[in-house]
């Protein structure tokens, strides 16, 4: 390995110790609520293959390139989010690029803030789920439904399971990178990737599993509207941590430019494997129970426990359920703060542990706002397109600010910094060591200089009706 592969590594920020570390990490960070909750149900809601082949498009064209793109940026600039965006635009003369790295990098950290604390109480409630699935929690009368419009209706219970989730969250980023989010990671995802393989095997014999199949994979455009289209992209950038610096912060502990590219490919490819997965098993069931695929944000909370509690082995497989959900919660919950604490301890010199205590307190008040579902905002209609009309509530209101506006906002931002103010040095460094890299370092060029920035500005303009489609 030349020196120069190894230029910036700082031995005091700590780093991943292994590849097989790094590539959980990551990928953890990515399979989380959006595969498993999220996909699911807005597929559901979209009308299903159509927005699946939108999705998949957006990560092919917009993810993968962003995708390296925040990987080299971190691994070169060796530091966290804002700090490695200015290393690099700084080195490259460009004082323009340093101005906007500055307001790409306080955009993440915010988004880092923002979506931790809605986070965190959902995954509260497939805490609250496991509980009853095991018989620890006492489910309300009448199965599912009532059992979760309780929970979400109680700020006590929500409130609760957050709290207990931001306290596990804090205590694995305290540990460090390799001490704490790498050995935890290295755990959590090959025992969710596990789980999910044995749920596929159970719905392969209760059925539903060809029905689910047509859902997720014959398109149907009919059902295809802009609206569905922003939300594939925003999607595109919420399952993949893109955005907002996660991938730049665990860049920013590799050791090597080296295999950067290849691991970009892995980790994209485990996203989307485990999201199409998750929704074929989600699906077999929901079919095979002849129920809705359109239910919304209760489909993994109301319809599903109700059918798994008819089905054979039905309590270990809600359990299985949700301890996955857990899991991918977790490891995505650790690099959400990860991101704002390597952002105190690298550019303000805060002790890690003091860093991770503090913004969780403070993350977890704002989730208190989330927690709390009777607090409701009225949204102007001219914010509406992006936030949701009539009356919504905290969780809601930050989940679409964050999906639909700041991750792709920040996208455009790391996009075009990576694309044209840092050097050619930095920007192609991890094609270097690969056959044919100059032709790969041209084409990522090109998508990241004009197709990734175009394609999501003209989204958002369109949804901002500042562009009228007629
Ligand atoms: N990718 C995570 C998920 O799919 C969410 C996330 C977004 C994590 C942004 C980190 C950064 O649930």
């Known amino acids: 390995m030349s020196d120069q592969e190894n230029t910036e590594v700082?031995?005091?920020?700590?780093?991943?110790?292994?590849?097989?570390?790094?590539?959980?990490?990551?990928a953890g960070s990515a399979v989380g609520l959006g595969n498993i909750w999220k996909f699911p149900y807005i597929t559901g809601e979209y009308g299903g293959g159509a927005f699946v082949l939108v999705y998949l498009g957006c990560i092919v064209i917009v993810g993968l390139p962003l995708m390296y793109a925040e990987l080299i940026i971190g691994r070169r600039g060796g530091s966290d989010v804002f700090?490695?965006?200015?290393?690099?635009?700084?080195?490259?003369?460009?004082?323009?690029?340093?101005a906007l790295s500055s307001v790409a990098g306080v955009m993440a950290v915010l988004s880092g803030l923002f979506i931790l604390s809605f986070y965190s109480v959902v995954a509260g409630w497939a805490v609250h789920f496991l509980g009853v699935s095991a018989g620890a929690i006492e489910a309300a009368p009448g199965g599912a439904g009532?059992?979760?419009?309780?929970?979400?209706k109680s700020f006590e219970w929500s409130a609760t399971w957050h709290t207990v989730f931001m306290i596990v969250t804090v205590v694995v980023v305290s540990g460090g990178i390799n001490g704490g989010?790498?050995?935890?990671?290295?755990?959590?995802?090959?025992?969710?990737?596990?789980?999910?393989?044995?749920?596929?095997?159970?719905v392969g014999f209760t059925g539903g599993l060809?029905?689910?199949?047509?859902?997720?994979?014959?398109?149907?455009?009919?059902?295809?509207?802009?609206?569905?289209?922003?939300?594939?992209?925003?999607?595109?950038f919420f399952t993949l941590s893109l955005g907002m610096g996660a991938m730049v912060t665990y860049g920013s502990y590799l050791k090597s430019d080296r295999g950067i590219v290849?691991?970009?490919?892995?980790?994209?490819?485990?996203d989307t494997g485990v999201a199409l997965l998750a929704g074929t098993v989600i699906f077999a069931v929901v079919f095979a129970g002849g129920k809705e695929a359109g239910a919304g944000p209760g489909l993994v909370f109301v319809t599903l426990p109700d059918l798994f509690d008819s089905m054979p082995g039905g309590t270990i497989i809600a359990i299985a359920f949700f301890v996955l959900l857990i899991f991918a919660a977790l490891s995505s919950a650790i690099s959400l703060l990860e991101v704002v604490v390597s952002f105190l301890v690298d550019r303000f010199g805060v002790n890690r542990k003091a860093a991770?205590?503090?913004?969780?307190?403070?993350?977890?008040?704002?989730g208190l706002l989330s927690a709390n579902s009777s607090l409701t905002f009225g949204i102007p209609s001219a914010l509406s397109g992006f936030l949701g009309e009539g009356d919504k509530a905290m969780l809601d209101v930050l989940d679409n600010l964050t999906t639909r506006v700041m991750l792709p906002l920040g996208g455009v931002l790391i996009a075009v910094t990576a694309g044209w103010l840092i050097t050619k040095e930095d920007r192609e460094a991890g094609f270097e060591h690969l056959d044919g890299g100059q032709t790969y370092a041209k084409a990522w060029t090109f998508l990241i200089r004009f197709?990734?920035?175009?394609?999501?500005?003209?989204?958002?303009?369109?949804?901002?009706?500042?562009?009228?489609?007629?």
């Open 146 to 152: 009532p059992t979760f419009t309780a929970l979400f």
């Open 10 to 26: 700082d031995p005091s920020r700590g780093s991943f110790g292994t590849r097989f570390g790094f590539l959980m990490a990551a």
């Open 356 to 366: 991770a205590a503090g913004l969780g307190v403070a993350i977890w008040g704002l």
């Open 451 to 470: 197709v990734a920035p175009v394609l999501v500005l003209f989204v958002l303009l369109v949804k901002a009706e500042f562009i009228s489609l007629g």
């Open 210 to 236: 060809g029905d689910s199949l047509k859902f997720l994979f014959a398109p149907s455009f009919d059902k295809l509207s802009m609206e569905a289209v922003v939300e594939a992209l925003g999607h595109a």
């Open 262 to 270: 290849r691991d970009g490919v892995t980790i994209a490819l485990i």
């Open 83 to 98: 700090g490695a965006l200015r290393n690099l635009t700084k080195k490259s003369g460009s004082s323009a690029g340093a």
């Open 181 to 202: 989010i790498e050995k935890i990671c290295s755990r959590l995802m090959p025992g969710l990737i596990g789980i999910l393989l044995l749920m596929l095997v159970y």
